[in-house]
Every structure is written in C-alpha cells, then in structure tokens.
C-alpha cells in the first residue's frame, strides 16, 4: 500500500491569498485526485491531476481557482487561489495504483479568515 | 449523475452489533469501499468489496452487497467506543479511480 504524506495538516489565511497543498507519495501511483471537505460535508471531487498534463477538473471547479499540478508520478500540489471564506474546508489528496485501493492523505484543515 | 445515500447518524450501546447502510445508483460501480474518520483526522480505508461480490468479512467487519438493489452494508460486531467516527460509502465507476462518496454516518458508541 502507499502512503500519501500531505501538507500543511492545517492553515488559517487571509482572505484573497492563495496557499499551496502538496502530496508526496512514498511509490508511484498512477492516478491521483484531490478532494474538498466542507464542514460538516461528504467529499467532493475538485480535480484528476494527471502527470504532465492539465488536470482534468469535475463540474463546478476551474483552473483559475484551483491550480493543480503533477511533475512525476509520486508528487503533485493543489493551490486554492483568491480565498474567500467559502474555501474554508478539508482538503485532501489521493492515489491508486492500478488496483482497487484508494489512498488517502491526512487531509489539510483550511480557515480562511 | 451516480449518487450515494447514507443515513446521517447511528447509535449504538457498547457490545453490540452496528450496521450501517447505503444505496447507490450508479450500475456501472466496479467496487464499492467504507472508509473510517475519526474526528481531526483523514480517511482510514476499512475495506472494499469488488462488485461482483456480495459478502467480504474481515474480523469484526462484514460487507454485504445487494448488487440487484444497489444497496450495500457494513456491520461491526461487538461494536466498542473506539468505533465512534463518521463511516464514508464510496463507490468507483468504470471510468478511472474516482470515488463518488456518500454523506457518511455518524456512528456513536454508547457505554
């Protein structure tokens, strides 16, 4: 199995920042994702982060706010950008390796305030 | 679009038995998972059950999977107070690694 080191685990900003997330997985996983927690809330699906290429993003969520980038098959960063209060959620990254299991991160606690 | 439904809470006394329930709606899920949170913490993968199966057991876990109803369960025998968390259904289509997850349910332990 692998582990996915996320970080920061947690984060209080100033609205209208932008703070970077990275993932570093300790073995190549072939596709990674990166989730959004909102309080109280189910995961939501932000984007595919796809080696090389643009990250494939899920309905609701662009590029503009969430840069994703994915340089090598272990590694790859989300930033949330122009934050707002509403960005104020749980965000978390992900991998698989071609089988069924789906590896999480620790998750980063973001407040904007 | 698919979707996943879960009851929001349960609560159960110390020692017994816990199940907790979830429906989908997607036909094409190729597996189906229940992930563990603990209040603070990340996603813990409990187990997951390939959709052709209907039982997986692992200890004081049993997934049983109603492919036909698209419903499926876990139950935690001799459920104990360091079983309190928020347990995740989640099931992947045929179309990459994605999760599609439910509400989750809150499960409190009572002693």
């Known amino acids: 199995s692998a582990v996915i080191s996320q970080k920061p685990s947690r984060d209080i900003c100033q609205r209208g920042t932008s703070l970077t997330i990275q993932c570093q997985v300790d073995?190549?996983?072939?596709?990674m994702f990166w989730y959004r927690q909102q309080p109280g809330q189910s995961l939501t699906l932000i984007a595919t982060?796809?080696?090389?290429?643009?990250?494939?993003?899920e309905s609701g969520f662009v590029i503009d706010k969430f840069p994703i980038s994915r340089p090598n098959l272990t590694f790859s960063t989300l930033t949330v950008s122009n934050m707002s209060p509403e960005d104020s959620s749980i965000y978390l990254c992900?991998?698989?390796?071609?089988?069924?299991?789906?590896?999480f991160g620790q998750g980063t606690r973001l407040t904007v305030v | 679009g698919e979707d996943v439904e879960q009851s929001l809470f349960l609560s159960v006394r110390e020692g017994d038995s816990s199940v907790i329930n979830c429906t989908y709606t997607d036909s094409s899920s190729t597996y189906l998972y229940w992930y563990k949170q603990e209040p603070g913490a990340g996603l813990q993968l409990l187990t997951y059950?390939?959709?052709?199966?209907d039982m997986k057991q692992d200890q004081r876990l049993t997934v049983l999977l109603n492919k036909k109803d698209k419903h499926l369960s876990l139950r935690i025998a001799d459920t104990q107070t360091g079983d309190s968390a928020i347990y995740f259904c989640?099931?992947?289509?045929?179309?990459?690694?994605?999760?599609?997850f439910g509400q989750g349910t809150e499960l409190s332990v009572k002693p």
């Open positions: 989640a099931e992947r289509g045929n179309q990459g690694g994605k999760l599609i």
């Open positions: 982060a796809n080696q090389g290429s643009e990250a494939t993003y």
């Open positions: 059950i390939f959709s052709n199966m």
């Open positions: 073995s190549q996983v072939t596709m």
């Open positions: 992900s991998g698989t390796q071609g089988g069924p299991e789906a590896f």
